[in-house]
């Protein structure tokens, strides 16, 4: 059981399986064929010893909904086809399945809960709603807790380090970071400003996630005291939001959310488009932000939902995109170069400043 959401990427699907931000929820591929570059082995590592070819070390949707899944793959990277790594991992999947009609169904009622089931119950229908009305809802449920790592993870070689409030960090994020310069030590997500400021951080980066973010309270209180403290913060995703509740905004339940590589987004400070990588199912109300210090950076193009914040004096900004990409466009890669000018300067990109910014 799970929420049923789709994503419109053409590929990627290694990357967004293994994305903890899918946990709880059942991933619907609107492109029509899924596997055909198979499933490389998670044994093949980049420069920092990091799986080179997912997010995570392992699958993290509750199933998959695809019209369908290739079994002859065609890859040199590929060592076996996507239905026997699923099947290793104890991942259900469905295909034979109109994508386009149940990704319309989505987006007119909104995304909602569904169950796959395979044997003899799959024909007991009945029995099936009755589980499906007794389940808990995708919102009430602390998926963060199930993907947080439960103690210090280090990354890299001693240096200047960066803390990560890990809500389920991508490591595409970790990636980014390490290739910046910094040390990485990745930390629960529920770590008090006491905790992180051990490490004595040069800046903190609050990631992605899955569910919702008001159940992050405690989180947004530790980015608040971070914040005040006047220590770099950059909000991903899940950690914009988190930002936002640090500072007195709201956020709200989008009916289908943004998931996908070609999400147009526009710097409010230049005017400048970007294609982005998404994959979140909630945002920051924009009414809400009035009266607080923080400042509209990013817009969707498609809806005008809030796509990135800045704070108005302290050294903190956010987007609601991923910019480390993994899968998708690297159009704003430079999101990581403002943080690390933020990190080792120690102080906030400025309106001007932001002005001056260039892929």
């Known amino acids: 059981m799970g929420e049923v959401v789709f994503n419109t990427g053409m590929v990627g699907y290694?990357?967004?399986m293994t994305d903890p931000s899918y946990a709880g929820q059942i991933l619907t591929f609107t492109?029509?064929?899924?596997?055909?570059?198979?499933v490389p082995p998670y044994s093949a590592r980049d420069e920092f010893g990091l799986p080179r070819f997912f997010e995570s070390d392992s699958i993290k949707v509750s199933g998959i909904v695809v019209q369908e899944a290739c079994d002859s793959p065609s890859h040199w990277a590929s060592k076996r086809p996507l239905s026997k790594w699923m099947e290793s991992e104890g991942i259900p999947g469905i295909q034979g399945v109109d994508t386009r009609a149940l990704v319309t169904k989505l987006r007119e009622a909104g995304v909602m809960m569904g169950i796959l089931a395979s044997g003899p119950d799959a024909k007991d229908r009945r029995m099936l709603a009755e589980l499906l009305a007794k389940a808990s809802s995708y919102s009430s449920q602390n998926l963060v807790k199930r993907v947080s790592v439960s103690g210090p993870v280090v990354h890299g070689e001693p240096g200047t380090r960066v803390v990560v409030l890990d809500c389920g960090t991508k490591l595409g994020i970790v990636r980014n970071l390490l290739r910046r310069g910094f040390q990485v030590v990745r930390l629960p997500y529920?770590?008090?400003?006491?905790?992180?400021?051990?490490?004595?951080?040069?800046?903190?980066?609050?990631?992605?996630?899955?569910?919702?973010?008001?159940?992050l309270a405690d989180t947004a209180k530790c980015v608040g005291s971070l914040i005040?403290?006047?220590?770099?913060?950059?909000?991903?995703?899940?950690?914009?939001?988190?930002?936002g509740m640090s500072q007195g905004a709201e956020t709200f339940k989008l009916k289908y959310g943004h998931r996908g590589q070609n999400k147009p987004c526009v710097d409010l400070t230049t005017g400048r488009g970007y294609v982005t990588?998404?994959?979140h199912g909630y945002a920051i109300s924009e009414k809400t932000l009035k009266g607080t210090?923080?400042?509209?950076?990013?817009?969707n193009?498609?809806?005008?939902?809030?796509e990135g914040v800045f704070h108005a004096s302290r050294p903190c900004m956010a987007v609601q995109f991923h910019p480390e990409a993994t899968p998708g466009p690297y159009d704003t890669l430079f999101v990581f170069d403002r943080f690390a000018e933020m990190a080792r300067r120690g102080r906030q990109p400025r309106g001007e400043e932001?002005?001056?910014?260039?892929?």
């Open 14 to 16: 290694l990357e967004s």
């Open 31 to 38: 492109y029509p064929l899924i596997g055909n570059y198979g």
């Open 190 to 215: 529920d770590s008090s400003y006491s905790a992180v400021m051990k490490y004595d951080p040069a800046g903190v980066v609050v990631c992605n996630g899955p569910g919702d973010p008001n159940l």
């Open 228 to 243: 005040d403290g006047d220590v770099p913060v950059l909000g991903i995703c899940l950690g914009e939001q988190v930002v």
């Open 277 to 279: 990588s998404q994959n």
């Open 293 to 299: 210090d923080l400042r509209q950076w990013f817009v």
């Open 301 to 306: 193009a498609d809806d005008k939902t809030i």
């Open 354 to 359: 932001l002005r001056s910014v260039r892929a």
